[in-house]
């Protein structure tokens, strides 16, 4: 199992910048893929963006690309994704989440990952 802890959420105008970043603990060695959703009010866990651990590739949610990325520091067990052009829209709590399925390699689903973060609010202002 693998335990994981965000931080770097705010509040920030349209047009603005946050970076936010997960540490990993526990059963890293066995990570496959490491992955950002979101959830707004009144809706469903959405995802955002993920990176596979061993060659760092990456996958983005239409609505993020171009604005989004999503990087990581293998020797700090830690990832981070990096927003810029942020929209009002971009508002919700954002959480990280791991998995050690190599099938979420190609998987966009929360339910397919079994690690979270507690989630971190990112309010962006009109």
């Known amino acids: 199992q693998v335990q994981l802890v965000e931080s770097g959420g705010g509040l920030v105008q349209a047009g603005g910048s946050l970076r936010l970043s997960c540490v990993a603990s526990?059963?890293?060695?066995?990570?496959?893929?490491m992955a950002w959703f979101r959830q707004a009010p009144g809706k469903g866990r959405e995802f955002v963006a993920r990176i596979t651990w061993s060659g760092g590739r990456t996958e983005y949610a239409e609505s993020v690309k171009g604005r989004f990325t999503i990087s990581r520091d293998s020797a700090k067990n830690t990832f981070y994704l990096q927003m810029n052009s942020l929209k009002p829209e971009d508002t919700a709590v954002y959480y990280c989440?791991?998995?050690?399925?190599?099938?979420?390699?190609?998987?966009?689903?929360?339910?397919?990952?079994?690690?979270w973060g507690q989630g971190t609010q990112v309010t962006v202002s009109s």
């Open positions: 526990g059963r890293t060695f066995s990570t496959a893929t």
């Open positions: 989440a791991a998995d050690n399925k190599l099938s979420t390699w190609y998987s966009s689903r929360a339910s397919d990952f079994g690690s």
